[in-house]
């Protein structure tokens, strides 16, 4: 199989255009005709589903929620890019362009984040329109922010919950075309398995989350919206129920899944404060304008750290880095930090963790200017950790946050199943090895508003359907298949409870597949993984009954994927013998420890293919080359 | 630190429910109530007993999933706190409490702490909206809003639908949440073209559902983890009562937003 990018020919401002005419249209009348099934409904999939709906399509619209308001889009804090220039300081579309592939590390379509780039102003038009109550001027314009190292403002955003009123935007949207019967909405169903007739997608498996019941639903085509998979790390700063088992099943159908060892480790978390921790708590970044992050210059000094003396404190940053300080960019500080926490240099009980100290900030500004900036923050720590930043240093550890990976897509957004289209953070995405801030949701809803609806429309419009029922041999196939896999699952009863087992994981991950890498390190964790998965299949307790609710059951099912999953992770950064962007090999750095790329061999995206059970996964290779972006080693001396 | 839980355990919606005595040993001040919760479902799954349902997802505050009543207070006894984010630095040792889910007629119990709110996405579709499809908006700057008016409808987009309002109130009414909705879109420019249909629609939504009347008691206000103020009650009886008396839209014309 070759990898076939479809990227449409003529120069890069105008390839979005070309396609766009290229692409054949579905006549109104015949719209109504086609099913499309929508899977998850954050910013990608609500906006995708809303969309599909207003175009004139029937949508089947699923979602694990008890309401589509509530997926994980909504705990975005910092705000979304757009190209507007409103600032009048000199961005562009180019611009933007420029900053996304130089900020991934050079491992993105170049045509893929043109087009993003191009998109993005029309994003902010239809979410104002919306009644997102983005953050304005006294004049009634809207603000803008600067954000992760730009050097321009072109961040918007709605107080410190951006991501919740660009989700509600697009929740009003679709429930708007519930209410014209445009949309069936299916709260409370979980995907556990893709139908495949005839090498098209045809439809899914859904376990409903409420009465247990299994059943099949098809379509003529199925958006897959079902975002990151950083919990197979245990602890991530995402939300619980986030997975990874709809794009895992669609993988094991024949998807490839592209660079799933890139990963996004983000440097202003809350650390861990012991074994029970559940999830990790995101600090926004923008904190590091005014704090300044230390730790004690000598091993184990466990003093309070009022009363560790200027002199004997290490602003590591500020040494290592002058020019940019406690301002480099995240892949940057998160390596930095694990640096001197391994060297026993690390606060707080557990020792992971290093100072974000903002008294210079305080005597120097006031605390009550302090307190207008980050007051939200302040307040939200100290709910947490007990501790008033306003008195003692914040402690911050790196997490777990973002996953450029997922499955692999063409430009039109259609994985390597026709009739499989991928969005949002569930697809392998525009930012390469390395996401920048305030992008994730640009994506989303460039994807979901602009572009998915016409790349369906080309699909069906060329493609012979046949017409087929959820009766179908296949879907009642994948159905038994799925119930089968549910009652293995119950039926085991061992000893172990399935978060134990999930924990034990994540710390695999963390250690071996995290801030990271070496060649040994990878093959350990691939054993132990193999080992720890016969342990789940042999020992795990899943309590209750299939039917009704039974949350052990549902976590049960996606801690299967997770073990699976996270061996294909680190045979990709095993194979991935290079550093660039979050994907970090110790044995590829320059002589100051900073990421070593190697073009020659690794300019490209790695998809797997999935060769069936036991059997090694088939590495694919899509070449990237740059034409207008051309790669450099990054540098913040 | 030791805590002891009578937690009401319903195995679904048709079966009785009653309360159950759990001793939690093994608290920590650090833990959040969740993950209190957490520790004594392993516990429970080591003895292959059920564990505890209760909704979460976020644990940040921001999604509305979970919440409860603890002592009869939704999402406990800090102001402005979902129980995601409660910690248990805030409780006594030895400290009893009683763990119940929302009690309201239009939110059935699916299973121990878990509820039915899809009576809220109703009312959203009910006109919760501004009807504008992708790509026929204008230049964002097009259309100058107020800066005042901006803040004061994020106060009230800051809804998080996590239902607390409703449990709260001794009406079961939902005028909380219907009307921050009403507030934001009526607060801006874009949602004027709508703003007496919808405010017409949603009230009747929410009269439609097992919700009870507003009798400004007050109690919404005071457990919202948003801080949502109750003068959005005023502003969706404001626009209910002009509305009312400026046009009577036939049904088809008020349903056909869409």
New interface residues.
Partial sequence: MRLDSRVPSGPIEKKWDNCRFEMKLVNPANKRKFTVIVVGTGLAGG?AA??LA?LGYNVLCFCH??????A?S??AQGGINAA?N?QNDGDSIYRLFYDTVKGGDFRAREANVYRLAQISV?I????????V??????????ANRSFGGAQVSRTFY??G?TG??LL?GA???L????????VR?M?RHEMLDLIVVNGQARGIVTRDM?SGAIAAHVADAVVLATGGYGNVFYLSTN???SNCTAIWRAYKHGAAFGNPCFTQIHPTCIPV??E????L??MSESLRNDGRIWVPAAKGDKRKPAAIPEAERDYYLERRYPSFGNLVPRDVASRAAKAVCDEGRGVGETGLGVYLDFSDAIRRLGRQVIAERYGNLFE?YE????ESPYEVPMRIFPAIHYTMGGLWVDYRLMSTIPGLFVIGEANFSDHGANRLGASALMQGLADG??IL?YTVGDYLANTKLEKISADHAEARGRVEQVTGFGRRLLSIRG?R?V??IHRELGKLMWEHCGMERRQAGLEHAIGRIAELREEFWKNV?V??PGE??N??LEKAGRLADFLELGELMCRDALERRESCGGHFRAEWQTAEGEALRDDENFAHVAAWLYQGEGRAPARLTEPLSFEYVHPAQRSYK | MRIILNVWRQAGPREPGRLIRYECDKVNEDMSFLEMLDVLNEELIERNEEPIAFEHDCREGICGSCGFLIGGVAHGPMPGTTVCQLHMRHFRDGEELTLEPWRATAFPVLKDLIVDRSALDRIIQAGGYISINAGSAPDANAVPVPKADADRAMDAAQCIGCGACVAACPNASASLFTGAKISHLGLLPQGQPERAARAIRMVNAMNDEAFGSCTNIGECEAVCPKRISIEVIARMHRDYLRAAWSQRPSKQEAGGAG
């Fill in positions: 906006s809303a969309t207003e929620h008890d309401s589509p308001r509530r994980h909504i705990a507007k409103y029309n902010i038009d239809q979410c104002a329109a919306q009644g109550p983005f953050a304005r001027e006294y004049g009634g314009t809207l709605a107080r919950q919740q009123q509600l929740y009003q949207a429930e708007r075309q519930v209410d014209a019967g445009r909405m709260p409420v939300a619980k129920n404060s012991g029970y921790q559940s999830k708590t995101l939200m709910r947490i950790t007990g508003y602009f609806p000893r409870t978060d134990s307790n309590v209750g009704g609710i949350q052990s």
